[in-house]
């Protein structure tokens, strides 16, 4: 089936310091991409929609300059959270339709831990 | 547009009873419904989904959903669960394959022995 990695799965860093989060589909081309944050004991909130080769549409709330996204292939979409602060520490999941056209459900990246000091 | 309702932040049960998850809907156009299954520190795993058909659908782990347009609820049952069902579950919906999903706030199936 379907798969979608995440890297890393997992990240500290410093107050001010910029992060980029990696979504990949592995086996089939993505040319939209969904970003999820979900904080503790708490749903996903869709934050904004990759469209390769376009710019990503941001959902009411969501910084676009705090967030970069940048689906530079059919295959890979970024999320760099820029100038980070602690508030910002959440679990980040990507998420892509598996072929154009299709009704069927997205697939789910494992999720990055972005924990902020 | 969508929006979820999951009544229940948390059901405990007892290993090998019957559990009913709750979900409701709103929509104002035909809607995909979706069950996940969150482990802790994991991403979401798809139990099953309704797009069309028959509104009984049976998923993996052997848990179900039906699908009930007249109450807007796709409620997920299991007739005997275990321990490692133990998670958080959401119900999201979606207005196609391309569009954004739509979460409930999940419940927290506890199941102890």
């Known amino acids: 089936g379907a798969v979608v990695s995440q890297h890393p799965s997992r990240v500290i860093c410093k107050s001010g310091t910029s992060v980029k989060i990696e979504c990949r589909s592995l086996d089939f081309q993505a040319t939209t991409m969904f970003w999820y944050r979900q904080f503790p004991k708490q749903s996903l909130m869709l934050m904004a929609t990759?469209?390769?080769?376009?710019?990503?549409?941001?959902e009411q709330g969501v910084e676009k300059d705090k967030f970069l996204i940048n689906h530079a292939s059919l295959t890979l979409s970024t999320l760099t959270v820029t100038s980070a602060h602690p508030e910002d520490s959440s679990f980040y999941i990507c998420?892509?339709?598996?072929?154009?056209?299709?009704?069927?459900?997205?697939?789910f990246g494992p999720g990055t831990r972005l924990t902020v000091l | 547009a969508q929006s979820v309702t999951q009544l229940d932040s948390q059901v405990p049960v007892f290993e090998e009873a019957p559990v009913e998850l709750r979900c409701n809907y709103s929509s104002s156009v035909s809607v995909y419904l979706f069950w996940y299954v969150q482990y802790p520190n994991q991403g979401l795993q798809l139990l099953l989904k309704?797009?069309?058909?028959?509104?009984l659908v049976k998923g993996i782990n052997g848990f179900e959903a039906e699908f009930n347009k007249s109450q807007t609820s796709f409620h997920l049952r299991k007739p005997s669960v275990h321990i490692s069902d133990t998670a958080e579950y959401f119900c999201?919906?979606?207005?196609?394959?391309?569009?954004?999903?739509?979460f409930g706030t999940g419940t927290r199936l506890l199941v102890s022995p």
């Open positions: 998420s892509a339709p598996p072929r154009s056209g299709s009704t069927d459900t997205q697939y």
């Open positions: 309704y797009l069309s058909g028959s509104t």
């Open positions: 990759s469209n390769e080769g376009s710019k990503a549409t941001y």
């Open positions: 999201a919906v979606s207005a196609g394959g391309f569009q954004k999903l739509v």
